[in-house]
């Protein structure tokens, strides 16, 4: 080997870990450093922290069968914990920048669809079923190798898909964007603001912060989300001790009458594995079932690629690392979030704030977890961030996510069309699974009008087939006479 040779490849190689949490994390190959793995750890924690105040409210608000209701206090402490724990799991174990906590749509199901059909320990225990199946699923290679059958084209229509439901999920949680009232007799689905117009100060704060996000991440600055979200929660903060507002939504920017509060674990292992079938009929129950593991199935292969290909970590075939270890850890944290109550817990496509902050490794988890872990004790503080400051990251992240759109050829409309598809619907049903049922299902059917169909894999075949399902399940549970 010729020494220019030489050059070439020690150029190219990995730097070396500085010290072993470095070597272990891979911080130093994957092109990271402490300080970026930290920030981003910071980044996703308060673009996230959100679902400590909004699953004690979703879940809290529901009665069960019985007219009981789960108390707001301890749904908190049980939110915390299972994000806690599981982030810190999936730093360690699966060495990805992807935190994991109740999931959004998933609590929705538990509050509003199950829990009215039997006990509140009856309806958690469905939740802890379903991670089991999935972990089940795992253990047999069979979701790991529904990852690998997406061709990569639709991998990355995810991704962008991704971006812009992202993206719009922080339009609308600052207010930026808002649902046209029903009284309005319009069929106009979203509006500008409120009221068709933006309209006070905390609007002001998310478009500043919007600003200030673009700029720093136009002019490359290290630390640009993070510091977008602090200074933007500081702006907050003073205006709201001299304007006269009347709400901010579910975080006010004010400083707590108290920072340190007592966690209550009183919710911990209230549930009943079994407890299902004999509040209601056995249909109804697999196809609760069936509804939670198609959600959380491809929610989290979505957002496993998302955040993956976003971070740079897809390999040539575009295959996650450590994939099985990841989906392992989804699964159990899906069953985690039903053994505490907190409904089942998920990875999180906020994670990509911490991608986009420069985190590349697990280590970032250990921050993000930590967070967690301190808002059990400290949550007063922890949740002063309003939303109106967290949002402006989703933006920028979507638009980061977004730019992947170029690696799709638009001309082929074999993969063209599912793309497009896969990428419209997500924000537009405002559900990461809705567009990759779409997407897969006219994949399916283009291939196949073109005499392509021995180019699609079986398991493809088989997804489509449960996506069918999914997509018709109101007529499918009146045949089979199931309320």
Known sequence: MSDSQKVADRSTAPPPGVNSVDRFFKISERGSTF???????????????????????????????????????????????????????????????LALAAGLGLNAVVAFQIAPLMSWDDAMGLVVLEGLLICVLVVTGLREAVMHAIPQPLKQAISVGIGLFIAFIGFVDAGFVSRVPDLANTTV????????????????????????????????VKGAILISIVTMTVLAMIINSVADI????????????????????????????????GETTAITVVLLIFTLVLSDFFDTMGT????????????????????????????????????????????????????GEGARTGFSNLITGGLFALALFLAPLLTIVPLQAAAPALVAVGFLMMTQVKHIDWDKY?????????????????????????????????????????????????TSALFLVYFAINPIEQLLGVK
Request: proline share 4%; hydrophobic share 50%; with cysteine.
């Open 35 to 97: 300080a970026r793995e930290i920030r981003g750890g910071f980044a996703t924690f308060f673009t996230m922290a959100y679902i400590l105040v909004l699953n004690p409210i979703i879940l809290g608000s529901a009665k069960d069968k019985f007219g009981h209701q789960l108390d707001a206090v301890q749904l908190t402490t049980a939110t915390a914990l299972v994000a806690a724990v599981m982030t810190i799991i999936m730093g360690v174990g699966g060495n990805l920048p």
């Open 189 to 220: 689905p979203v509006q500008l603001g409120g009221t068709g117009t933006l309209t006070g100060w905390p609007i002001l704060v998310f478009c500043l912060g919007v600003l200030l996000t673009i700029a720093l991440l136009a002019r490359k």
């Open 246 to 277: 009347k709400a901010w939504g579910l975080t006010t920017p004010a400083w707590p009458d108290k920072v340190v509060d007592t966690p209550d674990f009183g919710l911990l292992g209230d549930f009943s594995l079994f407890g299902a079938f």
């Open 304 to 355: 496993v690629v998302g955040i993956s290909a976003e971070a740079g970590l897809l390999d040539e075939q575009g295959k996650v690392p450590n994939l099985g270890r990841v989906l392992l850890i989804d699964g159990a944290a899906a069953a985690a979030g039903g053994a505490a109550s907190s409904s089942s817990a998920t990875s999180y496509i906020e994670s990509a704030a911490g991608v």
């Open 414 to 462: 074999e993969i063209a069309i599912p793309a497009f598809l896969t990428i419209a619907v997500m924000p537009f049903t405002y559900s990461i699974t809705n567009g990759i049922g779409a997407g897969f299902l006219a994949y399916v059917v283009i291939k196949t009008v073109l005499g392509k169909a021995k180019d699609i894999h079986w398991l493809l075949w088989g």
